[in-house]
């Protein structure tokens, strides 16, 4: 079956099934997130939903892909502004010590949306592509963008951050990447869903407290651009994976990572403070099944969302 009819089928079998798949995602999500995840004394990970994480060691903090203000479906729709809700940041951006950077993996309003009101707030640089600091610069802050090298190592304190050059997965039927390009908005009311492009996209290695995390907000890859294998934990957002040929296989063998932690599963139209709910087809009762057809030696997890 050609592609798009595959991706099409799969959606309507999805909907012919929609409450028994969420209540399997909602068991598999249970199961996941069962275990606590195996961290060195005084290192800290938590998901704040999408693509988003806070990681602190000793009391000093750096986010990744932070989303917490949350457009709704029906205002995307509208295309009506999107942008920072400082009430949810002051309420679910609490770090437990100084925030060192914010890293941005790619600019869809998923995943930029607050990070020029995280910077502002806790005083500091946020690291990322040119349609980054086009943002950082829209909301007055451009001083605060640090447009990255790839494979250059940053040291933000205790932590080593290398961005790895890397793509969005093509949501549109495997054709074509939504919102691509580069984030060109010149005024905040024009910053629709739509105006966040997406940019440049990285993958971001982080070394820590003698271990590696790999943060990929998107499912997909470019593999000569992967040079550290040998990753103690993969952050990887899921949602795309179906429309990446060969994706788990060519992830895994290029990461060779111990433990994949599963996210960008949630429906992010959904309030953050609402119940949590999960994406159109995204299918996390699948997700252990897919990775151990490729490999038994790696451990699958999700964290809780907020903690």
């Keep these: ?159 080593v951050v290398t961005f790895v050059p890397s793509l969005h997965s093509k949501l549109l039927l495997g054709y074509k990447v939504p919102y691509d390009g580069e984030l060109t908005c010149e005024h905040l009311d024009g910053l629709k869903p739509g105006a966040y492009r997406c940019g440049q ?15 990929q907000g998107s499912a997909n890859l470019i593999e000569d651009e992967i040079r550290e294998p040998g990753v103690d934990v993969f952050l990887a957002g899921i949602a795309g994976r179906s429309f990446t040929p060969d994706y788990w296989p060519r992830i895994i063998r290029a990461l060779e990572p111990k433990v994949i932690v599963a996210s960008h599963f949630d429906d992010f139209f959904r309030p953050v403070d609402a119940p949590m709910g999960f994406s159109l087809n995204v299918n996390l009762a699948a997700f252990p099944e897919e990775i151990e057809a490729v490999t038994r030696n790696v451990e699958v997890a999700a964290l809780p969302q907020g903690h």
Excluded: K
Aim: with cysteine.
């Design 1 to 159: 079956m050609p592609r798009p009819l595959h991706h099409l089928a799969s959606v309507s079998r999805f909907a012919a099934h929609r409450a028994r798949r969420e209540r399997d995602d909602a068991a598999a999500m249970a199961q996941l997130t069962a275990a606590p995840l195996e961290l060195p004394s005084g290192l800290d990970l938590a998901w704040l939903g999408v693509a988003g994480y806070r990681l602190t060691y000793e009391g000093q903090t750096i986010f990744l892909d932070p989303y917490v203000s949350r457009v709704s479906f029906g205002d995307t729709l509208r295309g009506r502004p999107a942008l920072p809700d400082p009430v949810l940041i002051d309420r679910h951006i609490r770090p437990p010590g100084e925030v060192l950077g914010v890293l941005v993996g790619h600019t869809h309003f998923d995943h930029a949306i607050d990070v020029p009101a995280i910077a502002a707030r806790h005083d500091c640089r946020v690291y990322g592509s040119d349609s980054l600091a086009h943002l950082m610069a829209l909301h007055g802050e451009q001083e605060r963008a640090v447009i990255v090298e790839p494979h250059r190592r940053y040291e933000l304190g205790p932590f």
């Design 201 to 215: 996209v990285y993958g971001i290695r982080i070394e820590v407290a003698g271990v590696s995390l790999y943060h």
